[in-house]
């Protein structure tokens, strides 16, 4: 059996999804990998790449219970939050994110380990301290995934342009069940497995 991790942030975890145990992406792709695999959601609402950020991954419950499940693969899609006004720090988001990736790596089952850049955001509300922002996640976060994945050699899928309007993210962030289902068919359709 094939352990994959899924760690993340609230799209991850599925946010605004009515059924979400059963809508999220995680769910929908366990689906569509099927037997030989058993996929796990350790997404985690408004989850921050820095450690020194309002709301860090690394000290959130499920961080821990990922590290601790020994995983074969780990599906790192975070970042969003990072953009936050009050979080933005492109040095600190660059240098936590290479030591969350490394914690993965240097798991005891060497999981395989495949860098997810966020879908992008598509309405900035005028909450600066809650709401993640299109600017930074587009000139700082994906560049800089985009740049470990490639001193890393690490696998990447970037999910940017996966949605081109907010049909399938009614509050400009988090995809409905449609959209969640496009983002597991996404990442299933460009992993080899």
């Known amino acids: 059996m094939v352990k994959v991790a899924c760690v993340g942030d609230s799209i991850t975890w599925g946010f605004t999804l009515l059924r979400r145990s059963k809508l999220c ?3 929908l792709l366990g689906e569509m990998l099927g037997d030989g695999y058993q996929v796990r959601n350790f997404g985690q609402n408004d989850a921050a790449v820095r450690f020194d950020a309002d709301m860090p991954y690394v000290r959130r419950k499920k961080y821990r219970d990922s ?3 020994n995983p074969d693969i780990v599906l790192l899609m975070l970042g969003t939050n990072d953009t936050k006004s009050h979080n933005w720090n492109p ?3 660059d240098r936590d994110y290479r030591r969350l990736v490394s914690s993965y790596r240097d798991l005891p089952s060497k ?3 495949i860098l997810i850049a966020p879908i992008r955001i598509f309405r900035n509300l005028n909450m600066p301290l809650i709401t ?3 600017e930074p996640l587009e000139q ?3 560049p800089t995934i985009h740049l470990i994945a490639e001193e890393t050699g690490l696998e990447l899928v970037d999910l940017y342009d996966l949605f081109s309007d907010m049909t399938y993210c009614k509050d400009g962030l988090h995809p409905q069940s449609t959209g969640a289902r496009m983002l597991a068919e996404a990442i299933y359709s460009r992993i080899n497995w």
């Open 25 to 27: 992406y995680p769910t």
């Open 67 to 69: 590290l601790a499940w």
């Open 91 to 93: 040095e600190a988001f």
């Open 111 to 113: 999981p395989r380990v």
């Open 132 to 134: 993640p922002l299109s």
């Open 140 to 142: 700082g976060v994906r």
